[in-house]
């Protein structure tokens, strides 16, 4: 993904949201107890909602990186995309394929590309919630710090098996408690491909744009989308800490400003979620405008937010590998959507 520079600088729009929000939550905060209680009637039971394991879900990162850097047309991406596929049916999910060719910014080769999609609780009722990420990873380490290594394929670990990692764990949460609404899980290939470029978006966000272009008649639309991307940050060390306009070694998650224009409600729902359950990489502050897998989708007509830390230090260098990464970022993330799904 790539960041919109003419977004950079918050809306005074967007900052009139968030001191709204804040004053509804300082409000929210200051009025309990006290006052009449009138008995709700009796309402069915809640399904039961699974715990988050970030230990299996870091070795579902682990697992994507050992594939190799899963860049177009190489046997990693291959292989990669099976373990998706394999995953997601063991979970219970019924599995569809969206297959494309593309060329990408960084080559004039015609690749082959797959969306893999899980479809869970179809059924069910309520409003159809799309989780998506994606699962490729850069052929071009572009922004590594030294000039010799930016040919070579970035490994992933943060950005692109990150988000998988998380989706992957929630679909077995779903085999434990099928969740109360229909759910889609979206890993998109081909987001990480994009450069200076005249393919629409600079070549990045293919596999989204085309499946929201090419949607299965089989899979219902989604009424609404929450993407997340670099959800595995770690707070350790690494050589480019400290690099201006990156993300310190802290993990956080800043409001996505594409996110705020189009779904302010969906990500105050978010965030003050992950503020109840003591998540603190959340941050109720304004971040970048980026254009990432969410974008399709807000064209579209769907209300979507992006769950992303912008920029992490290992972006788009060899250095994102799992040792930068944490599973206390997965956890804190992967809990706040099963909080989302089964605790609203
Ligand atoms: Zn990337």
Excluded at 35 to 45: L, R, S, Y
Excluded at 179 to 185: C, E, N, S
Excluded at 300 to 305: D, E, I, K, L
Aim: net charge negative; aromatic share 8%; charged share 25%.
């Amino acid at each position: 993904m790539y960041v919109n520079a003419i977004w950079q600088v918050p809306s005074v729009r967007m900052m009139r949201l968030l001191a709204t929000l804040s004053v509804i939550l300082t409000l929210g905060a200051s009025c309990g107890g006290g006052g009449e209680v009138v008995p709700a009637p009796p309402a069915p039971p809640a399904p039961q909602r699974p715990a988050f394991d970030a230990g299996r879900a870091f070795a579902d990162l682990e697992a994507q990186v050992a594939f190799g850097p899963r860049v177009p047309g190489s046997d990693a991406h291959e292989r990669c995309e099976q373990f998706l596929r394999q995953r997601l049916a063991e979970a219970g999910a019924r599995v569809v394929t969206h297959d494309f060719r593309s060329a990408t910014a960084l080559s004039d080769t015609e690749y082959d590309f797959t969306n893999v999609l899980g479809v869970f609780a179809e059924d069910a009722p309520g409003d159809v919630l799309l989780l998506g990420a994606h699962w490729d990873s850069r052929a071009k380490a572009d922004e590594d710090p030294d000039p010799a290594l930016r040919d070579r394929p970035v490994p992933g670990a943060n950005d692109g098996a990150s988000g998988v990692a998380v989706l992957l764990e929630i679909a077995r949460a779903f085999q434990t408690s099928e969740p109360p609404r229909p759910v889609i899980i979206a890993l998109f290939d081909a987001e990480d491909q994009g450069g200076t470029s005249p393919m629409p978006y600079a070549g990045w966000i293919i596999g989204s744009r085309t499946l929201v272009a090419e949607w299965p008649n089989d899979v219902p639309w989604p009424d609404e989308m929450i993407l997340v991307d670099l959800v595995g940050g770690d707070e350790e060390h690494n050589p480019r800490v400290g690099t201006p306009g990156l993300s310190n070694d802290v993990f956080d998650l800043k409001m996505e400003q594409r996110s705020l224009q189009a779904a302010p409600d969906l990500v105050d729902r978010i965030w003050t979620i992950a503020e109840r359950r003591g998540h603190e990489g959340f941050e109720r502050t304004v971040g970048h405008a980026i254009t990432d897998d969410h974008v399709p989708f807000i064209e579209a007509g769907v209300p979507a937010v992006d769950i992303i830390e912008f920029v992490p230090p290992e972006w788009h260098t060899v250095d994102d590998t799992p040792e930068h990464c944490s599973a206390n970022s997965l956890e804190q993330v992967g809990d706040t959507l099963l909080e989302f799904i089964y605790g609203e």
